[in-house]
T-cell receptor
Framework: EAQVTQNPRYLITVTGKKLTVTCSQN?????MSWYRQDPGLGLRQIYY???????DKGDVPEGYKVSRKEKRNFPLILESPSPNQTSLYFC?????????FGQGTRLTVV | SQQGEEDPQALSIQEGENATMNCSYK?????LQWYRQNSGRGLVHLIL?????REKHSGRLRVTLDTSKKSSSLLITASRAADTASYFC?????????FGAGTRLTVKP
């Protein structure tokens, strides 16, 4: 079954404590992307990756890092989380014209 | 950044009525897609319309595309309570995907 798996689903953390949200896809897609979703703002792209070792900034990259060491995994790293990064995060794997989304990670930074 | 913008932001109708949502975008596209999101869940792909198509149907969904006006509409006919969700349009150009803020549809039983 085609899947994009994000972990964790829910996370509450404190300001400044580094965290990683993992994303894994089993469809051998080259293109993956991270979005954050905030009320009234829709989905905003954080980072995307066109292939292994190829990543680029989206619309709101500040405060985030990503890596793409292998095709299936695309982790999102918050080196020093701040309260304004409290949001719902989605990872997507995209082939041609269709995006497959993970179930989301609800992050709260206090 | 290229982005689809949905209109209206929210729509509330009775079961059985039709729901129409609109999307406007800014630059040339290869195709436009509509996605659905149930509350707090990931988006699910509904339908894609290519730039050389004007209308497409899938079950109770009808999508139109007017490239001269850079707009698209999604019509859901004979709506059901289970259609309650947020609907997003997405554009790509190329290998890049941007979403709007979505239309929140509520279908009352």
């Amino acid at each position: 079954e085609a899947q994009v798996t994000q972990n964790p689903r829910y996370l509450i953390t404190v300001t400044g404590k580094k965290l990683t949200v993992t994303c894994s896809q089993n469809m051998n897609h080259e293109y993956m992307s991270w979005y954050r979703q905030d009320p009234g703002l829709g989905l905003r792209q954080i980072y995307y990756s066109m292939n292994v070792e190829v990543t680029d900034k989206g619309d709101v990259p500040e405060g985030y890092k990503v890596s793409r060491k292998e095709k299936r995994n695309f982790p999102l790293i918050l080196e020093s989380p701040s309260p304004n990064q409290t949001s719902l995060y989605f990872c997507a794997s995209i082939r041609n014209t269709e995006a497959f989304f993970g179930q989301g990670t609800r992050l709260t930074v206090v | 950044s290229q982005q689809g913008e949905e209109d209206p932001q929210a729509l509330s109708i009775q079961e059985g009525e039709n729901a129409t949502m609109n999307c406007s975008y800014k630059t040339s596209i290869n195709n436009l897609q509509w996605y659905r999101q149930n509350s707090g869940r990931g988006l699910v792909h509904l339908i894609l319309i290519r730039s050389n198509e004007r209308e497409k149907h899938s079950g109770r969904l009808r999508v139109t595309l007017d490239t001269s006006k850079k707009s698209s509409s999604l019509l859901i006919t004979a709506s059901r309570a289970a259609d309650t969700a947020s609907y997003f349009c997405a554009t790509d150009a190329p290998n890049d995907m941007r979403f709007g803020a979505g239309t929140r549809l509520t279908v009352k039983p």
